[in-house]
């Protein structure tokens, strides 16, 4: 079954929030299976005034974030982890990136899931501007107990 999210309705299943918040809008999801979603990139984000002052451009490690957050939103569709666990983000293979993401982009990304091996899930991800491949990759993630994390 698929389905839209707006900023609301993503807020009450995702914990990140502003400045770190990278998916605005979910334009598809098909729980445990995939997801689309919109990153309006603003030049008012605040990496920008480091990253590079004169010529901004979107750190690589936050499109894959951007991805990562809507890879959540497809695990927490469906079991998502238990109450005690926290989905994290293990490894990250063979992200390109084939253009850069200027302010005013808007990031469409797609996320697949692509393997289940035991307790690991990786997802597939491409990330377009106007319909043009800007970066893909894939991710694994796994739930972790939170005291394993955070102590008791």
């Known amino acids: 079954m698929k389905s839209v999210m707006n900023i609301n309705d993503i807020n009450k299943k995702i914990k990140q929030r502003p400045p770190f918040q990278m998916i605005e809008k979910v334009l598809e999801l098909e729980p445990n299976v995939s997801a689309t979603g919109l990153k309006n990139v603003s030049v008012n984000e605040p990496y920008f005034m480091g990253h590079f002052p004169g010529n901004p451009i979107m750190p690589g490690v936050l499109i894959i974030e951007s991805c990562a957050q809507l890879c959540s939103l497809v695990i927490d569709a469906t079991e998502g982890p238990k109450e005690d666990e926290i989905m994290v983000l293990l490894k990250v293979d063979n992200f390109k ?7 005013g982009d808007t990031l469409i990304i797609t996320v697949s899931k692509s393997k289940v091996m035991g307790p690991l899930t990786t997802f597939d991800a491409i990330v377009k501007v106007d319909d043009v491949v800007y970066s893909k990759g894939s991710m694994t993630f796994t739930a972790v ?3 394993n994390i955070y102590g008791n």
């Open 145 to 147: 107990k939170k005291e």
């Open 97 to 103: 990136f084939v253009k850069p993401v200027i302010p």
